[in-house]
T-cell receptor, first 112, second 116 residues
Framework: AQTVTQSQPEMSVQEAETVTLSCTYD???????LFWYKQPPSRQMILVIR??????QNATENRFSVNFQKAAKSFSLKISDSQLGDAAMYFC?????????FGAGTILRVKS | NAGVTQTPKFQVLKTGQSMTLQCAQD?????MYWYRQDPGMGLRLIYY???????DKGEVPNGYNVSRLNKREFSLRLESAAPSQTSVYFC???????????????FGPGTRLTVL
C-alpha cells in the first residue's frame, strides 16, 4: 500500500522569508500524481499545487514551487515570500488514479 | 455552482445512535469520496465511489456504510456510533483520474461529529 510521510509536524517562518516543507512517499507505481493541499483554520481543503510523476519539470504556482525527486520518492513544497495568510496545515497527498493517500500534515506558522 | 456540500456541519450523538451524513456535488464528477480527519493523522479514506452504482472500501471502512444514490449524491451512514468515530468528516469529488487531467479532488466544508 502507498504511504505518505511528512516528517515535520510543525514549522515556523518569518514573514517574507522562504520555507520548505518535506514529504516522502512510497509506491511501486511509475505513473501517479502528487499534491499539496492547504487547510486554514476554516477547515476548507484548498489545492496548492500538483505534480504529474511522468513530468520531470517541477511544478510552480506563483510563490509556491515543488522539488520533485522521483527516484528518491521525495516531494517538497517551497513557499517564497511567506505571507501571514500562508499560515495553515499543509498536507502532502499521493494519487494513484483512483484515490488519494494523505500525509499527517505540517502546521506552518508565519511570524510577523 | 455550490461545489461540494455537506450536511450537517456539526452533530453530537450518543453511543449506539445512528445517523447519515449527506454529501452532494454539482460539478458532474464521476468519483466521490468520504474521509475522516483525526488530530495528527491527516485525512484517511473511508469509502469511495468511482462511478454511479459502485463503491469501494478505503483505509478505514469498519463501522460505516455508504450509498451512491445517484451521480450527485454520496451518503455515509453510521449504524451504531462509537466514541472512536468522533472526528471531522470530509466528502470530496473529482472527475475520472487520467493522465493529463488535473485529477484534483474538491472538498466539502466538513462535518464535525462528536460521539459521547
Amino acid at each position: 500500500a502507498q504511504t505518505v510521510t511528512q516528517s515535520q509536524p510543525e514549522m515556523s517562518v518569518q514573514e517574507a522569508e522562504t520555507v520548505t516543507l518535506s514529504c516522502t512517499y512510497d509506491t511501486s507505481e511509475s505513473d501517479y500524481y502528487l499534491f499539496w493541499y492547504k487547510q486554514p483554520p476554516s477547515r476548507q481543503m484548498i489545492l496548492v499545487i500538483r505534480q504529474e510523476a511522468y513530468k520531470q519539470q517541477n511544478a510552480t504556482e506563483n510563490r509556491f514551487s515543488v522539488n520533485f525527486q522521483k527516484a528518491a520518492k521525495s516531494f517538497s513544497l517551497k513557499i517564497s515570500d511567506s505571507q501571514l495568510g500562508d499560515a495553515a496545515m499543509y498536507f502532502c497527498a499521493y494519487f494513484d488514479g483512483n484515490k488519494l493517500v494523505f500525509g499527517a500534515g505540517t502546521i506552518l506558522r508565519v511570524k510577523s | 455552482n455550490a461545489g461540494v456540500t455537506q450536511t450537517p456541519k456539526f452533530q453530537v450523538l450518543k453511543t449506539g445512535q445512528s445517523m447519515t451524513l449527506q454529501c452532494a456535488q454539482d460539478m458532474n464528477h464521476n468519483s466521490m469520496y468520504w474521509y475522516r480527519q483525526d488530530p495528527g493523522m491527516g485525512l484517511r479514506l473511508i469509502y469511495y465511489s468511482a462511478s454511479e452504482g459502485t463503491t469501494d472500501k478505503g483505509e478505514v471502512p469498519n463501522g460505516y456504510n455508504v450509498s451512491r444514490l445517484n451521480k450527485r449524491e454520496f451518503s455515509l451512514r453510521l449504524e451504531s456510533a462509537a466514541p472512536s468515530q468522533t472526528s471531522v468528516y470530509f466528502c470530496a469529488s473529482s472527475p475520472p483520474g487520467r493522465r493529463g487531467a488535473t485529477n484534483e479532488q474538491f472538498f466539502g466544508p466538513g462535518t464535525r461529529l462528536t460521539v459521547l
